[in-house]
């Protein structure tokens, strides 16, 4: 069975940090591509940014590059997302997924996520 459990998620100042953690199991992560998707309350889903199986290639939306960055850890089945100076906008949550490898952004299973909030 396919899991992904997120953790990390908090609350925090704006310009503060917080660093998400998805540990993946039930299949070989090193096989997938992976991403972390942001649901807002209210809005649909947001993709935010993606790293390839063997983590070599990263990608992000135009609103947090500069300050996000994805990385992974085959060895240990780990999937992370470094958020440096967080904004209110990026009030979320935040999802970890894998990619179905079918078509870009199309993920075939996804965590329960973890809640980011942004407030002063």
């Known amino acids: 069975e396919v899991q992904l459990v997120e953790s990390g998620g908090g609350m925090v100042q704006p310009g503060g940090s917080l660093r998400l953690s998805c540990a993946a199991s039930?299949?070989?992560?090193?096989?997938?591509?992976m991403s972390w998707v942001r649901q807002a309350p209210g809005k649909g889903p947001e993709w935010v940014s993606n790293i390839n199986r063997e983590g070599g290639r990263t990608y992000y939306t135009d609103s947090v590059k500069g300050r996000f960055t994805i990385s992974r850890d085959n060895a240990k089945n780990m999937l992370y997302l470094q958020m440096n100076s967080l904004k209110p906008e990026d009030t979320a949550l935040y999802h970890c997924?894998?990619?179905?490898?079918?078509?870009?952004?199309?993920?075939?299973?996804w965590g329960q996520g973890t809640q980011v909030t942004v407030s002063s």
């Open positions: 039930g299949f070989t992560f090193s096989s997938y591509d």
């Open positions: 997924a894998r990619e179905s490898g079918k078509a870009t952004n199309d993920w075939d299973h």
